[in-house]
C-alpha cells in the first residue's frame, strides 16, 4: 500500500498551515488516519499502548449493527408488498424486497452521515482538534431507528439538532450527556409527531386498506394480545422502525458487543432484569389486558430490545461506575415498561426512559462516588482526623 | 509468621525478553546525578567542573531542605554539569577513577545510635534520598516520622528483574539495614514479598518484622496497592518506604562506614539480545550494556525503568536513581495500513476485538510473552469507554473520577477520590489500556504536584 501512503504524503502539506486548504486540515487528517493507523508514539507514561483505539471501537459497533440493517433493510420490502398483498409469503421475491428496500433505506443513510458528520468535520476544525468517530455509530443508528417513510427534510433537521444541541455544545463525542441518536428520535417525535407515530409511517408507502398496527400500539388501543406472533417478532418481519424489529439480528450484535467488551454486559443485563421486574409487578396487580401481558412480550415488542443493546449501553451517556450500571439500566427497564402501560399519550417508552436516564446517569454516580468519598472520610475520622 | 494477602484485580503482561540468571560486570566510563529523578528537589551544587571528588562526597543539596544531600556513587572527577531549558540542572556526569576511594561516615555501633544519629548519618551519606514517602513519592522530611516503614521486596512490572537474583548474598545488610529503619519510626516495618515468586531466605528469614506475602497480578508490587492492603493512608498520614536491594547499601553503610551505591540491575526487552543482570553502580551510563547487544541500530527506545513507568533515555544515557531495570523496545514510529479494521493476530491488546486479545484470556502462567513496541496506535480522544480501568486497579478508587479531578484541579476533590493513596505508576495498566490514549500517569503526576504545592507535605 505504498503509493496510497505516497500519494498521502504528497498531498499532505496543501492541507497544513500555510497550504492551500488550512480549513480542510481535521478533513484529510480524519480521511489519512483512516487508511492508516498514524505513526505517532508514545511521549510520557507507559512506553507502550493497547492495540485498540477509537476507530476500532466504534467500528465494532457497527458491525454489530449491521445484521439489524440487512434485515431492517428487507422487512421495508416486505412489509410494504405485503401491505399491497396481504397473501404474499415472507420469501415471495426475495430480490424485490431487497431492492424496494435500499431504494428506501439509501437516502436515509445518506442524509445522516453526510449532515451529521459534516457537522462533525467542521467543529472539529473550528477547534483544531482530530475528528471523532463518535458519529460513525450515531449515523448508523439514526436510521435503525426511524420509521421507513421518514421525510428526509426532517429528518436533516433532525439530525443538526442532535449532534449541534445533543453534542457539539457540550465540547463533543465523550462530553455529550444525551444519547445523540435519541435525540434526533425524539425530536422528531414532539416536532414532527404525524410522522413520527399513528398507524401509517411504520410501513413505507402502505396501502391504505391495510391494518399494519405495530405490537404496541395494538396493545395500547386496547388489544388483547398484539396480532404478530411471536416468531414473527424474534425474526423481525413486522411493522416498526427500521432496525428495531428483528430480535435475532439485533442478539447477533449484542453477542458481538458482548464477546469483544465494547458493550456493557452488566447495563444490558440490568435493563432486561429492570423491565422484567416492572413486568411482573403489573401481572400481579392486573386490571386491564396491557398490565396482564407476560412480560417478555415487553422485550420482543418496539425499541426495547434495540434500546437495551444499543442505546443504553453508550459509554458516555450511561452511568460510568460500575455499580451505577446497575442501578441505570435496572431504571431503564422499569421505566421503559412503565411508561408503555401507563402512560396513554406515548406507545413506545423505551426512548423516553433512556433519554431520562440519560439525564439522571450522573446523578446515580455522584451517589455511587459519593458512598466512596464517605468511607474515606469515615475511616480517616476514626484515626481521629478532624475537619480544619 | 507471615500473612498472606490476596490482590485480585490487575494483569500481568509478558513480554518479550525476559532476563537470564547471569550476572556480568559491565565496564562503566562516566556516571551521572540527575536531579530530574527526585520529585520536588531543586538542587544546589556544591561543586563545580573538575573538582575531585570521593564516593559519597555531596554533589549537591535540596534547595526545599539543605540537609538532603545527594551524594556521588563514585570518586573521579565532576566532568560536566548539563543543563537544559531554562537552565534547569538535567545531568552531573562523573568520570570514576580506576582505584575507588571512599569517604569515611564511620562505623559506629547502631545500639549505641539514638534517632537523630541515625538520621544524621543517613543524611550525610546521602542515603537519606534512597528512601520516599507517600503520599507524592518525595524525600522524607527528615524531622518527621512515619506511621510505618514498607521494604519493598519484589516488582510486578512487565520483565521485571528477580529479586532473589538481586539480593543474594545481601543478607546480613538487609538485616541491618531494617535495624536502622526501626529507629526511624514507631510503628511496623512491613517486608513486602511476593507470594509465588519469593524464595529467597535473605528477606524471608528477616528478624523483627512484618512479613506479607502478596498473591496476585501486577500493580501487586507496587507499594500503593501494598500499603491500602496493610494500612491505608488517611489524610495527613505518611508511609516511608525503601527498595529491599538500597537497604543492603544503608546496612553496608553501617556495617562499614562506606557509601557502596551497587545495585544489581536487568537489562530486559524484546530488543535485546541477551537479557541479563548487570552488576553496577547507580547513575552509570548504559553505554557498553547495549552496545552489541540490541538487534538493531537504529529506531529503539532505552528506558531507565519499567516499560510501564520508566523514563527514555539515550544509548549512552544514565540509570536513574531509583531503577533497578533497563528495557530496550522497538520504537513504533510506523505507519500501519488499515491497522484500525484488521483482525490483528499479532497486536498486543487486552481487548477481545483483536483476535490476539483472546490469548490475554488465558491464566497468567499460560499467557505466551508478546512483542510491543512504541506506536500510540491510535489518535487522542475524549474519554468514551468507561469500567475498564477499575479492572486494573486494585484499590477502593474511582480512576475515572480521580483523574478528570486533577484535570480540572478541583483539590478538595482529589483528597476526597483518594489521591493520597495513589502515585502514577499505579495508573500504568489503565494507561496502557486506554482506548482514548489518555496520558494517565502524568495527569495524576500534575494532580499530585498540585496537591503537594497547595498543601505542603
Known amino acids: 500500500m505504498k503509493w496510497v501512503r505516497n500519494l498521502l504524503d504528497n498531498i499532505k502539506p496543501n492541507f497544513e498551515k500555510g497550504g492551500k486548504f488550512p480549513w480542510l486540515h481535521s478533513t484529510f487528517d480524519a480521511f489519512e488516519t483512516f487508511a492508516f493507523v498514524p505513526k505517532t508514539t508514545t511521549k510520557s507514561g507507559a512506553h507502550f499502548r493497547d492495540a485498540l483505539d477509537m476507530k476500532r471501537t466504534m467500528t465494532i459497533v457497527i458491525i454489530a449493527l449491521l445484521p439489524a440493517l440487512l434485515i431492517g433493510t428487507y422487512n421495508i420490502g416486505y412489509q410494504h408488498f405485503l401491505s399491497l398483498d396481504p397473501t404474499m409469503g415472507l420469501f415471495d421475491d426475495v430480490w424485490q424486497n431487497l431492492w424496494y428496500g435500499i431504494v428506501k433505506i439509501l437516502p436515509i443513510l445518506v442524509v445522516s452521515y453526510g449532515v451529521g458528520l459534516g457537522i462533525e468535520f467542521a467543529f472539529a476544525q473550528l477547534r483544531g482538534h482530530e475528528v471523532n468517530e463518535g458519529y460513525l455509530v450515531s449515523g448508523m443508528l439514526i436510521p435503525l431507528i426511524m420509521p421507513p417513510d421518514v421525510p428526509l427534510w426532517q429528518l436533516t433537521i433532525a439530525v443538526i439538532f442532535a449532534v449541534v444541541i445533543g453534542k457539539e455544545v457540550f465540547g463533543g463525542t465523550g462530553m455529550n450527556f444525551m444519547n445523540p441518536a435519541l435525540l434526533a428520535r425524539a425530536f422528531l417525535f414532539f416536532a414532527f409527531p404525524s410522522s413520527m407515530s399513528g398507524d401509517k409511517v411504520w410501513i413505507a408507502e402502505k396501502a391504505d386498506a391495510f391494518s399494519g398496527a405495530t405490537p404496541l400500539a395494538e396493545m395500547m388501543t386496547g388489544g388483547t394480545m398484539p396480532s404478530t406472533s411471536i416468531l414473527d417478532m424474534i425474526i423481525g418481519f413486522m411493522p416498526g422502525s427500521i432496525?428495531?424489529?428483528?430480535?435475532?439480528?439485533?442478539?447477533?450484535?449484542?453477542?458481538?458487543?458482548?464477546?469483544?467488551?465494547?458493550?456493557?454486559?452488566?447495563?444490558?443485563?440490568?435493563?432486561?432484569?429492570?423491565?422484567?421486574?416492572?413486568?411482573?409487578?403489573?401481572?400481579?396487580?392486573?386490571?386491564?389486558?396491557?398490565?396482564?401481558?407476560?412480560?417478555?412480550?415487553?422485550?420482543?415488542?418496539?425499541?426495547?430490545?434495540?434500546?437495551?443493546?444499543?442505546?443504553?449501553?453508550?459509554?458516555?451517556?450511561?452511568?460510568?461506575?460500575?455499580?451505577?450500571?446497575?442501578?441505570?439500566?435496572?431504571?431503564?427497564?422499569?421505566?421503559?415498561?412503565?411508561?408503555?402501560?401507563?402512560?396513554?399519550?406515548?406507545?413506545?417508552?423505551?426512548?423516553?426512559?433512556?433519554?431520562?436516564?440519560?439525564?439522571?446517569?450522573?446523578?446515580?454516580?455522584?451517589?455511587?462516588?459519593?458512598?466512596?468519598?464517605?468511607?474515606?472520610?469515615?475511616?480517616?475520622?476514626?484515626?481521629?482526623?478532624?475537619?480544619? | 509468621m507471615s500473612n498472606i494477602i490476596t490482590v485480585k484485580k490487575g494483569f500481568d503482561i509478558k513480554i518479550i525478553?525476559?532476563?537470564?540468571?547471569?550476572?556480568?560486570?559491565?565496564?562503566?566510563?562516566?556516571?551521572?546525578?540527575?536531579?530530574?529523578?527526585?520529585?520536588?528537589?531543586?538542587?544546589?551544587?556544591?561543586?563545580?567542573?573538575?573538582?575531585?571528588?570521593?564516593?559519597?562526597?555531596?554533589?549537591?543539596?535540596?534547595?526545599?531542605?539543605?540537609?538532603?544531600?545527594?551524594?556521588?556513587?563514585?570518586?573521579?572527577?565532576?566532568?560536566?554539569?548539563?543543563?537544559?531549558?531554562?537552565?534547569?540542572?538535567?545531568?552531573?556526569?562523573?568520570?570514576?577513577?580506576?582505584?575507588?576511594?571512599?569517604?569515611?561516615?564511620?562505623?559506629?555501633?547502631?545500639?549505641?545510635?539514638?534517632?537523630?544519629?541515625?538520621?544524621?548519618?543517613?543524611?550525610?551519606?546521602?542515603?537519606?534520598?534512597?528512601?520516599?514517602?507517600?503520599?507524592?513519592?518525595?524525600?522524607?522530611?527528615?524531622?518527621?516520622?512515619?506511621?510505618?516503614?514498607?521494604?519493598?521486596?519484589?516488582?510486578?512490572?512487565?520483565?521485571?528483574?528477580?529479586?532473589?537474583?538481586?539480593?543474594?548474598?545481601?543478607?546480613?545488610?538487609?538485616?541491618?539495614?531494617?535495624?536502622?529503619?526501626?529507629?526511624?519510626?514507631?510503628?511496623?516495618?512491613?517486608?513486602?514479598?511476593?507470594?509465588?515468586?519469593?524464595?529467597?531466605?535473605?528477606?524471608?528469614?528477616?528478624?523483627?518484622?512484618?512479613?506479607?506475602?502478596?498473591?496476585?497480578q501486577h500493580p501487586v508490587g507496587n507499594v500503593s496497592i501494598q500499603i491500602a492492603k496493610l494500612d491505608p493512608i488517611n489524610k495527613g498520614d505518611s508511609v516511608w518506604y525503601?527498595?529491599?536491594?538500597?537497604?543492603?547499601?544503608?546496612?553496608?553503610?553501617?556495617?562499614?562506614?562506606?557509601?557502596?551505591?551497587?545495585?544489581?540491575?536487568?537489562?530486559?526487552?524484546?530488543?535485546?539480545?541477551?537479557?541479563?543482570?548487570?552488576?553496577?553502580?547507580?547513575?552509570?551510563?548504559?553505554?557498553?550494556?547495549?552496545?552489541?547487544?540490541?538487534?538493531?541500530?537504529?529506531?529503539?527506545?532505552?528506558?531507565?525503568?519499567?516499560?510501564?513507568?520508566?523514563?527514555?533515555?539515550?544509548?549512552?544515557?544514565?540509570?536513574?536513581?531509583?531503577?533497578?531495570?533497563?528495557?530496550?523496545?522497538?520504537?513504533?514510529?510506523?505507519?500501519?495500513?488499515?491497522?484500525?479494521?484488521?483482525?490483528?493476530?499479532?497486536?498486543?491488546?487486552?481487548?477481545?476485538?483483536?483476535?490476539?486479545?483472546?490469548?490475554q484470556l488465558l491464566p497468567k502462567q499460560k499467557r505466551k510473552p508478546v512483542n510491543i513496541d512504541t506506536n500510540l496506535h491510535g489518535g487522542k480522544r475524549a474519554f468514551v469507554l468507561t469500567g475498564e480501568f477499575e479492572k486494573v486497579l486494585p484499590l477502593d478508587i474511582y480512576p475515572l473520577q480521580l483523574i478528570k479531578a486533577c484535570i480540572i484541579g478541583d483539590i478538595d476533590l482529589m483528597e476526597e477520590l483518594g489521591i493520597y493513596e495513589v502515585d502514577a505508576e499505579d495508573f500504568a495498566l489503565c494507561e496502557v489500556i486506554d482506548v482514548s490514549k489518555t496520558d494517565i500517569q502524568q495527569i495524576i503526576r500534575e494532580g499530585l504536584e498540585l496537591m503537594r504545592k497547595e498543601l505542603g507535605e
Open chain 1, 243 to 388: 432496525g428495531e424489529t428483528s430480535v435475532i439480528a439485533i442478539a447477533l450484535g449484542a453477542i458481538l458487543l458482548l464477546i469483544t467488551g465494547i458493550g456493557s454486559w452488566k447495563i444490558m443485563l440490568s435493563v432486561f432484569l429492570g423491565g422484567a421486574a416492572m413486568g411482573l409487578t403489573f401481572n400481579m396487580f392486573g386490571s386491564n389486558s396491557y398490565t396482564q401481558l407476560p412480560f417478555y412480550y415487553h422485550f420482543l415488542m418496539g425499541g426495547f430490545m434495540f434500546g437495551a443493546v444499543f442505546m443504553a449501553t453508550d459509554p458516555v451517556t450511561a452511568a460510568q461506575t460500575n455499580r451505577g450500571k446497575w442501578i441505570y439500566g435496572f431504571l431503564i427497564g422499569v421505566m421503559a415498561v412503565l411508561i408503555r402501560v401507563v402512560n396513554p399519550a406515548y406507545p413506545e417508552g423505551m426512548m423516553l426512559s433512556i433519554l431520562l436516564l440519560n439525564v439522571f446517569a450522573p446523578l446515580i454516580d455522584y451517589f455511587v462516588v459519593d458512598a466512596n468519598i464517605k468511607m474515606r472520610t469515615k475511616r480517616w475520622k476514626l484515626k481521629g482526623g478532624t475537619n480544619v
Open chain 2, 17 to 216: 525478553g525476559e532476563p537470564e540468571n547471569k550476572i556480568l560486570i559491565p565496564r562503566v566510563e562516566f556516571y551521572a546525578i540527575k536531579p530530574t529523578d527526585f520529585i520536588g528537589v531543586t538542587p544546589k551544587m556544591m561543586v563545580k567542573e573538575d573538582d575531585k571528588v570521593k564516593a559519597g562526597t555531596p554533589i549537591f543539596y535540596a534547595k526545599h531542605n539543605e540537609k538532603i544531600l545527594f551524594t556521588s556513587p563514585v570518586s573521579g572527577v565532576v566532568k560536566s554539569i548539563n543543563r537544559g531549558e531554562k537552565r534547569v540542572i538535567e545531568e552531573v556526569i562523573i568520570i570514576p577513577d580506576s582505584i575507588q576511594d571512599y569517604e569515611d561516615f564511620g562505623k559506629e555501633s547502631l545500639a549505641t545510635m539514638n534517632r537523630e544519629d541515625v538520621v544524621e548519618k543517613l543524611l550525610k551519606s546521602g542515603l537519606w534520598t534512597l528512601i520516599r514517602k507517600r503520599p507524592y513519592a518525595v524525600i522524607p522530611n527528615p524531622e518527621t516520622s512515619p506511621k510505618c516503614i514498607i521494604v519493598s521486596g519484589f516488582d510486578s512490572s512487565p520483565l521485571a528483574a528477580d529479586y532473589n537474583i538481586l539480593l543474594k548474598g545481601k543478607a546480613a545488610e538487609i538485616q541491618l539495614g531494617v535495624d536502622v529503619l526501626k529507629k526511624l519510626t514507631q510503628g511496623k516495618i512491613h517486608v513486602n514479598v511476593s507470594y509465588e515468586k519469593t524464595t529467597c531466605d535473605e528477606l524471608l528469614k528477616l528478624q523483627g518484622v512484618e512479613l506479607n506475602k502478596f498473591k496476585g
Open chain 2, 242 to 359: 525503601i527498595d529491599a536491594q538500597d537497604l543492603a547499601i544503608i546496612g553496608k553503610l553501617f556495617a562499614t562506614g562506606k557509601v557502596e551505591k551497587d545495585r544489581i540491575i536487568a537489562l530486559v526487552g524484546n530488543e535485546v539480545v541477551r537479557p541479563q543482570y548487570y552488576k553496577l553502580k547507580f547513575g552509570a551510563c548504559i553505554e557498553h550494556l547495549v552496545e552489541g547487544n540490541v538487534l538493531k541500530e537504529n529506531n529503539l527506545r532505552y528506558i531507565s525503568g519499567s516499560v510501564l513507568t520508566g523514563k527514555t533515555i539515550s544509548a549512552e544515557g544514565y540509570l536513574g536513581a531509583y531503577d533497578n531495570l533497563v528495557s530496550v523496545i522497538t520504537e513504533g514510529d510506523y505507519y500501519d495500513f488499515l491497522g484500525w479494521i484488521l483482525p490483528g493476530f499479532k497486536k498486543f491488546s487486552l481487548y477481545r476485538t483483536f483476535l490476539s486479545g483472546f490469548l
